[in-house]
Each structure stands twice: as C-alpha cells, then as structure tokens.
C-alpha cells in the first residue's frame, strides 16, 4: 500500500457481493429483485478502516497509536489520523481496527439508551469520547453511569449507548435471557490488564482499551472481541441488583432539568469551538463558522472550521461534513450564506464561481458564517437501515436502497442477502422474517414517590391532594403505598407521558409552605430475580463527611446497579426501602456518620412490619465525623479519599453477621 508523498484518503474498494448463479460483472446497481436496488454487502470487511478517512501526518510531539497503545516512531509521518475523529493509528494496524468513526458510531447502535450527565466539571488525564482529544484544563460532562465523557461542544455528537440499568421482559423466562458485556472505550487505569492476554492495557496517552461497564472487565481493543461474549456481572454479582429483573420506564435522569442555562451553554460551546479551531495545526487558513439551521442561528450553536484563504466550496462542504460527523457524499450537500439586515435573516446559496475570499470582504473581515443544507434531488428513492434481530450480535446495520415501489417482502430478501443469512431448506421453510419499526410498547408502570406532605392523613385524603395539584393529562392510576407518619405516597401512572408531565408539575409545587419531594423509583420483579442473588441496597448521605459522599455515590453506581443505590438527600431513606419492601431477603450499606445510621435504622423500625424482611443485615461506610458504632462494629474511623470501594464492597459479601441491640 503506498501512502508516501502528499496526504491522500486511505480507503479499501468495495466488493460487490456475487449472487448464487449471477454473473460475476453485476455491478452495485444491478437489476435484482425486479428493481433497480444496491445489493452491495455494506459488512465490515467490505469497510475495513471502519469508516475512518486516514490521512498521513508528521506529529511534533510524542503520539500513541489508538488501537494498540504503542508510540508513533519516526521523524515525519509517523502514522496515519483520521480526519473526522482524530483516530491515530500505525499503518500496521490499519486492518487490525475495530473503533468506528465517530460519524458512524451512532448507526452501530440498536436499542439507544440516553447518558445521565453530570454538572459540568474540570479533570485531567481524560479523553473526550467523540473527539479523542485529552481534556487540559477546560470543561467536561461525564455520565454517571457509564464512564463516558465528552465536550460541552461535543454534546451533539454524544453516542446514545449507556448501559441500561432496567430491562425487564415479562415474556422471557428468567434463564432465557443472556446478557453481554457493555463496552467502553478508553479513560481506563494505568494498571488496568487485559483478560485475554495478561498485558497491560491501561493508559493515560490516548483514548484506547475496552472496559465492560458490569462486570469491569478489561481488554485491548485487538482483544476484546475474543472474549466471551456473556457478561456474568464479574465478582459483585451477588449483591448486585440484575437489570432483568427491574422495570423503570421513566427514569429521573430523562426528565432531570438542562445541565446549564441556553445562553450560558450556547457561549461555553462558542468557546470550544473557537479553541478546536485556533489548536488546528493548519499554518495559514481562515475560520468559518457554519450553521446546520434557523434554530442552531437562534442559540448560537455553530461548528468551525479552517480552511485555506483559495479554497473551493465543494472543499468547504467536505471540512463542514467532517465537522459535523456526517459520513456522506459532499455532491449532496450545499453551502449559502447567511446576511442579516434589521433584524430579517436572508439565505443566499452559494455556486461554485464563488470562493472564501469574496465571504470575506463581504462579511468585513470576520468569520463568514454560511448554512450547510442538504439537496433533496429525488424524494421518490431513499435508504432505511435493517438491523439483525439478535440481541447478542455486534453486527452493523444494513442499509438498503427503497424507492416508492418497493414492497416488505422486497426488502426481507434483500436484507437476507446483506446479512449472508444462508440456512438449509428445511430452516428456510421452517423460519419466518419479518419488518418491525423499533419501538417497543410496554404495559410497565411508572412509579412515583411524593414526599413532605402534610403528616397522619388517610388514603383518601392524600389521593385528593395530589390530584387537585395535576391536571386531566398528567393524573395518575392509583396509589401504591401510603406512609402517613412520614406524610408519602407512591403513585402508578400507566401513561408515561402523564408521568412525565406529573413530575414537572409536582417537582415545583409547594404545600403548607414545604417544597414537594418528588422522585422516579424502580419496581423489582421477584419472579426474575435469581435464588442466589442478595441485592445491596446504598444509602448515600451526599452531605456527610465534607461532602465526600457525591463521590462515593458516582463511584458505588458505577459499580452497581444505579437504581439500588439511593441519595438520602432526595426523600430520605424511605423510597429505598419501599422498592426492596417485598424482597425477602437483601443486605444494606449506609454510607454516612452515626446520625445517618440512626436515622436509617429509625425508619426501618417504622415501616417495618410492612416490609417481608424487617431486619436485614447492615453494614456501614464511614463518611462523618464521629463514626463511633463504625469504629464498634469493625468498619473503620473514616473514610479516606481514594479508598478502595470495590474492596470494601466484597468485604460486605463476606462479612459475619452480628447483633445489635438497639
């Protein structure tokens, strides 16, 4: 392969699958199937660099390859860098890569799953997911759930595949489902090892390696794919909560409120990008900003690009393109400038005798801002993406070329083909394929808890209060529980649209001068909890011990189920121990000083005789200040920052029960 000389796109041809008893000239336009369809094999072995466009590059500083952690050698182009997404890698590991471009990535996913994002905060030593590049001393979003970091300006081009935490199916039986393992790239330890080979596979130099999200397995991304595919929840599995047996179709991280304010967020993202852009290594170039639509003009929310002074249009589409992460054809693509004279914004679109030196002296000098648009040129023919049933494949989807006379069945053959699914006759006849849109309706109920309300009410008279505050579109379904010496009620909603518009009513509803307490809680399906397992339920007191407890509550989520673990700042100990009520037997962790475990052990007394287990097995974690009856019961004085939370986890498995007499 040669790739000496100027800078060129390094790409693989694609191979035009040769049909049983077709001639071998067919060309990807072939007439099958009685239209004029693409039959080509879009696989990854027709794509072999997974849709990144390399191009060769001298690096002026030390450099790691992504797919195999090793250093770059050389004195100029030492290695190839992918123009969308900043992927770095040997040339000798080209073929070896299984990272997707970041343009890609998100039509890898089946079954998308949103991140939970923390408040916006500072790190070093961690790698942005969709850009790659090192986070110095800017601003980063971080979910809570699944390790996944990212730009404030990258937050558009996030992938959607947090693990899921809940997924109950009432259709499968307990030992029919099979679980695998949840991948995340990157941002792992230094002394992380690979469990396939033994050899160490944790770095802090660029965005590489694999780490399951359960069961913190780790692997190089050459490795991973060798491992079994099953994820068994790694040591934890006992006292971890199963996702299977949980059914949580509205979670508070779906209706939890925007991370910042839009002119606060629209001047932060402003910022980055006007950063990415002075980083470019590019000598000589000029900025433009460019726009994706009237509401990205409207908040402010633009991409930049640098592009030479002489450049063409048909190579500021294609730097656009790469800005945006699109993997597409430029020649669908057009650029017109944006003028706004009092206050009414015109569009001009912009041909191909135009360059950027009359933008410029057009816009007086400052950046030229232009629309990137896409040309519609045939509404009669388009593309759908056919994903494999499965749910344990990690195959890509296959798009397949439609027009307006096609039919289902049209479509099942030629997915067929695409997917090399070749059974015997007797399979065939026997197997039924079929289209289904992905959604996926459910009869699961959305449970809600509603706190500090008026104290020794009935049923009744709690039912009346919360519905005078709703209204026809948000009411509920009926009340699950009622605790009247706390002054709660646990709501049913069979719509979850209602649920959703019930929370933003009540989470800002004030009673007798007293700021409703409201919040999403799980429901666990004993049929589909293993015989074996006892669940931890966390307690966290966010507030004990200089605050240490937000981040033992990140890193105990991590390493758990995240709906076993509650923030005792939101509603107290109560909603944690109505979804574990029912569970006959289950262990309990309270992260917090003695007040906290009194007060835990308080109302574990009241609500007692309520719950199937009265009196189960509790450990503590010292967070206060005092920690006399953690230091009584053998658990430590106090927590240190940096201490082994996955150690102290497997301590609790192991520990001796004893009495207390309270």
């Given amino acids: 392969m040669n790739v ?92 070896n890569i299984v990272t997707p471009c970041s343009s890609v ?92 080979c033994k050899c160490k596979c944790g770095t802090t130099e660029c965005l590489s390696s694999m780490k399951c999200s359960w069961c913190w397995t780790m692997a190089h991304c050459g490795c991973y794919k060798q491992l079994p595919q099953s994820c068994n929840y790694g040591a934890l599995a006992e006292i971890l909560m199963p996702r299977s047996c949980l059914s949580m179709p509205v979670t508070n991280a779906s209706v939890k409120a925007d991370l910042a304010s839009k002119d606060l967020k629209a001047n932060m993202m402003e910022n980055s990008a006007e950063t990415r852009a002075k980083d470019d290594e590019t000598a000589d170039g000029q900025i433009v900003k460019i726009y994706d639509g009237y509401i990205a003009l409207s908040k402010r929310n633009f991409k930049t690009i640098q592009v030479q002074k002489d450049a063409t249009i048909q190579q500021m589409i ?136 008026p104290i020794n009410l009935s049923e009744f008279k709690y039912k009346q209060i919360i519905q005078k505050m709703l209204d026809e579109d948000s009411m509920f379904a009926s009340i699950d529980m009622v605790y009247a010496q706390y002054g709660s009620a646990c709501v049913s909603f069979s719509d979850h649209e209602a649920a959703v518009k019930a929370y933003k009513i009540l989470k800002d509803t004030t009673y007798e001068d007293k700021l409703l307490t409201v919040l999403f809680i799980p429901e666990i399906h004993l049929d589909k909890l293993p015989e074996d397992h006892c669940p931890l339920l966390v307690f966290v007191n966010t507030r004990s011990g200089g605050c240490q407890g937000i981040d033992v509550q990140d890193a105990l989520r991590k390493m758990l189920n995240p709906h076993q673990v509650f923030d005792l700042d939101q509603g107290g100990p109560l909603p944690g121990l109505h979804v574990f009520s029912q569970l006959k037997e289950y262990k309990a962790l309270i992260c917090g000083g003695d007040g906290t475990v009194g007060w835990v052990l308080s109302c574990l007394d009241d609500i007692g005789q309520e719950s199937v287990c009265s009196s189960p097995p509790i450990a503590v974690l010292p967070l206060g200040t005092g920690n006399d009856l953690s230091r009584v019961l053998k658990w430590g004085g106090g927590y240190q920052q940096g201490d082994d939370l996955y150690q102290m986890l497997q301590t609790v498995m192991e520990a001796e029960e004893v009495k207390l007499d309270r």
């Avoid at 693990?163 to 109950?168: Q, T």
Wanted: glycine fraction near 4%.
């Fill in 4 to 95: 000496s000389g100027n800078p060129r796109r390094v790409r693989p041809e694609k191979q035009p699958v040769i049909l049983p008893g077709s001639d071998c000239k067919e060309t990807m336009e072939s007439l099958s199937f009685g239209r004029r369809v693409d039959i080509t094999a879009d696989t990854e072995s027709a794509d072999t660099y997974h849709h990144h466009t390399f191009v060769k590059k001298s690096f002026h500083r030390p450099t790691f390859c992504h797919h195999c952690t090793e250093m770059l050698w050389g004195i100029t182009k030492q290695g190839l860098t992918c123009e969308v997404c900043n992927f770095v890698s040997h040339e000798r590991c080209l073929y």
């Fill in 105 to 196: 990535a998100s039509d890898r996913i089946k079954e998308p799953v949103p991140h939970t994002w923390s408040d916006p905060v500072q790190a070093r030593k961690k790698f942005c997911n969709v850009c790659r590049r090192k986070f110095d001393d800017g601003v980063l979003l971080r979910c809570e759930v699944c390790e996944y970091y990212a730009h404030l300006g990258c937050l558009d081009f996030v992938v959607s595949d947090c693990r899921k935490c809940s997924n109950y199916e009432e259709s499968k039986e307990m030992g029919e489902k099979k679980f695998v393992h949840h991948w995340r790239e990157g941002n792992l330890p230094p002394s992380g090892k690979c469990a396939f």
């Fill in 318 to 453: 294609e730097a656009a393109l790469r800005a945006y992460l699109i993997k597409d054809e430029a020649s669908n693509y057009y650029l017109s400038s944006v003028s706004d004279t009092d206050g009414e914004i015109t569009e001009k679109r912009l041909s191909e005798l135009d360059n950027l030196t009359s933008l410029t002296k057009v816009s007086m000098g400052k950046a030229p801002s232009l629309f990137l648009r896409y040309e519609d040129k045939d509404t009669r023919r388009g593309t759908i993406k056919v994903f494999s049933g499965d749910p344990d494949t990690t195959s890509v989807p296959r798009p397949i070329s439609i027009n307006s006379h096609i039919s289902v069945e049209e479509v099942i053959e030629m997915a067929l083909h695409k997917f090399r699914i070749d059974n015997s006759l007797k399979q065939m006849k026997q197997t039924r394929y079929y289209l289904r849109k992905n959604e996926q309706p459910t009869m699961e109920l959305a449970r809600m808890y509603v706190g500090s309300l």
